[in-house]
Nanobody, 114 residues
Framework: QVQLVESGGGLVQAGGSLRLSCAAS????????MGWYRQAPGKQRELVAA???????NYADSVKGRFSISRDNAKNTVYLQMNSLKPEDTAVYYC????????WGHGTQVTVSS
């Protein structure tokens, strides 16, 4: 079984920074995509950023230039560095791993106060 454990969420003032981590454990195919999604109250879950095992990345337009995704393949861990946070970044952030099967973490709350 594959498990994803997220950490690093919390409360921060606007303009601040947070770093999220997601560690995957279990039998994981080496070629995969890991990413971060977020869901704010009353809104659909949306892609924030994704990174493939070879290093290619994709970002939502709303976070380009502020967020950076990276991964450590040896540790099966993906990171999301979030800078210049805005109140509209407030959401539950979910980690996703996609190989032949898709796995989701339980989510971590990020709250940005104005």
């Amino acid at each position: 079984q594959v498990q994803l454990v997220e950490s690093g969420g919390g409360l921060v003032q606007a303009g601040g920074s947070l770093r999220l981590s997601c560690a995957a454990s279990g039998s994981i195919f080496s070629i995969n995509v890991m990413g971060w999604y977020r869901q704010a109250p009353g809104k659909q879950r949306e892609l924030v950023a994704a990174i493939i095992s070879g290093g290619g990345t994709n970002y939502a337009d709303s976070v380009k230039g502020r967020f950076s995704i990276s991964r450590d393949n040896a540790k099966n861990t993906v990171y999301l560095q979030m800078n210049s946070l805005k109140p509209e970044d407030t959401a539950v952030y979910y980690c996703k791993l996609r190989t032949y099967v898709t796995y989701w973490g339980h989510g971590t709350q990020v709250t940005v106060s104005s």
